[in-house]
């Protein structure tokens, strides 16, 4: 009844990662389910936005097949499917939406484009105008996870930077500082340390590099992102024991979130430092 009496439904339902990096599309197919029940008995036209982080293909190859069969209209005619990927982080996540970095748009067709147009035209105009990116739905959602690789990249490159610069005792902080004042590189994520966590990085990055061996493509050089990643918290304890015999002693971690600002746990860092300490 709810969706009935509005012109714009969001999707945004978890796509957590199988064991083989792919994502799991149950969470996501089955609130696609429902909303194709409700469109069955809506007149006019509606749009269904996917927030949810899918590999390419996936809204035209599942999610708008699905909508049709269930719902028995056409896409394209008697509603439409559109990606607008979220760029959200934990701990800032109200001031993101209200102040992002840009909006990202994948439809096709303008009626699509127009009705996301008129929702977000407040958030624009509080903005003095926000970057939006208008885009096919394949390319939307390739935006999305680009834009989480690409950072997990950073992170993994200012750490084995770190790692080179401890070998060599320099100062790795004032390395990044400098080279974070050349506009091409910018000074965010540029503090090593001992790698990136959460839910999101390493899901997406797992993700990308499934879809893309599946796809025939090896992808190497994310391959090494994840590498150097994952060897990060024993080099922090190789570190620790070049100063100090840590056998025997008592030693205590200073916080278990994976990021400031937030209690989530997951992808914690410091849980495996915890787990290399043991």
Known sequence: ??????????????????????????????????????????????????????????VEERLEPLLEEVSG??????FGIAVNPEFQSQGSAVADFMGPDKLVF?????????RLGELYEPLV??????????????????VKYANNVFLAGKISLINELG??????????????EAIGLDERI???FLRS????????FPKDTDALRAAGR????????????????????????????????????RIAVLGLAFKPGTDDIRGSRATLVIDELL
């Open 1 to 58: 009844a709810t969706l009935r009496e509005t012109d714009i439904t969001f999707l945004a339902l978890q796509t957590p990662s199988r064991e083989d990096g792919s994502i799991d599309l149950g969470a996501l197919e089955a609130g696609t389910r429902d909303v194709g029940e409700a469109l069955a008995e809506k007149e006019g036209y509606h749009l269904v936005v996917v927030k949810s982080t899918v590999i390419p293909g996936t």
């Open 73 to 78: 209209k056409e896409a394209g005619e008697e």
């Open 106 to 114: 994948g439809a096709e067709g303008e009626r699509a484009l127009d």
């Open 125 to 142: 105009a509080d903005n003095d105008g926000i970057p939006i990116v208008e885009t096919g739905r394949h390319e939307a959602m390739m």
């Open 163 to 176: 790692n080179l610069c401890k070998e060599f005792g320099v100062d790795s902080y004032d390395v990044a």
């Open 186 to 188: 910018g000074s965010q």
């Open 193 to 200: 340390g001992v790698g990136w966590g959460g839910s999101c």
């Open 214 to 249: 599946e796809a025939g493509y090896e992808p190497e050089l994310l391959d090494s992102v994840v590498a150097v990643n994952d060897g990060q918290p024993r080099r922090m304890l190789e570190l620790l024991e070049r100063h100090t015999d840590v056998e025997g002693r």
